[in-house]
């Protein structure tokens, strides 16, 4: 059976800090996505990453895909309120159709 | 694009009572679509894959007679919560997946409270 674990699973931070979150597995993935998840809402694609090594910038967010394709990290510099949510990633593996989520980082931004 | 709408958002119901939730792709056409439960401050949990046309295919422990799945067109899946009880009480959340890409697009949740 193919585990994601995500850590930290809470983060509380002050506004313009830079945190990073981590998403990993003891299995190979063929593409990871991360998601930001808004309390009462549904999760929102922020990025598929699905190349070993891959780096994929979206504006203040950094995520890495690992050389193995079993982990990743997603980096965000100078955190603002808006960042605040729970990040979610998701697997999907080399032989299954299924995708796997992992259990989360809930995150909050205090101004 | 990409837009999944999920209804109601919200639904208070009698223990007992039957309860569906559609969830519906507006620009896309998904050929598999899922549904997740979600408890207050933890993962989603996958229920079913459901794809058009054919049986839902249900996770081990998700009972089927009691959460029906219809995926009737390319763009609509219906979940009905059968003589719903207050364990079922639960954030529902579903997803649609468009065909050739591994990417999952979600509704906005229907929040479920069973008196």
């Known amino acids: 059976t193919q585990l994601l674990e995500q850590s930290p699973q809470f983060l509380s931070i002050q506004e313009g800090e830079n945190l990073t979150v981590y998403c990993n597995s003891s299995s190979v993935f063929s593409s990871l996505q991360w998601y930001r998840q808004e309390p009462g809402e549904g999760p929102v694609l922020l990025v598929t990453?699905?190349?070993?090594?891959e780096v994929k910038k979206l504006k203040r967010l950094t995520f890495q895909f690992g050389d193995a394709r079993k982990d990743s990290s997603l980096h965000i510099t100078a955190a603002q309120p808006g960042d605040t949510g729970l990040y979610l990633c998701a697997g999907e593996g080399t032989s299954y159709d299924k995708v796997i989520f992992g259990p989360g980082t809930s995150l909050s931004v205090i101004p | 694009g990409a837009v999944v709408s999920q209804h109601p958002s919200r639904v208070i119901c009698k223990s007992g009572t039957s309860v569906k939730i559609e969830c519906r792709s507006l620009?896309?056409?998904?050929?598999?679509m899922f549904w997740y439960r979600q408890f207050p401050k933890q993962s989603l949990m996958l229920m079913a894959t459901?794809?058009?046309?054919?049986?839902?295919?249900?996770e081990q422990g998700v009972e089927k007679d009691k959460f029906l799945i219809n995926h009737a067109s390319l763009t609509l899946s219906t979940l009905t919560v059968t003589s719903a009880h207050p364990e079922d009480s639960s954030f529902y959340i579903c997803?649609?997946?468009?065909?050739?890409?591994?990417?999952?697009?979600f509704g906005p949740g229907t929040r479920l409270t069973v008196l």
């Open positions: 990453v699905v190349t070993g090594g």
């Open positions: 997803s649609g997946e468009r065909a050739g890409y591994n990417e999952q697009f």
């Open positions: 459901s794809n058009e046309g054919s049986k839902a295919t249900y």
């Open positions: 620009d896309f056409q998904a050929t598999t």
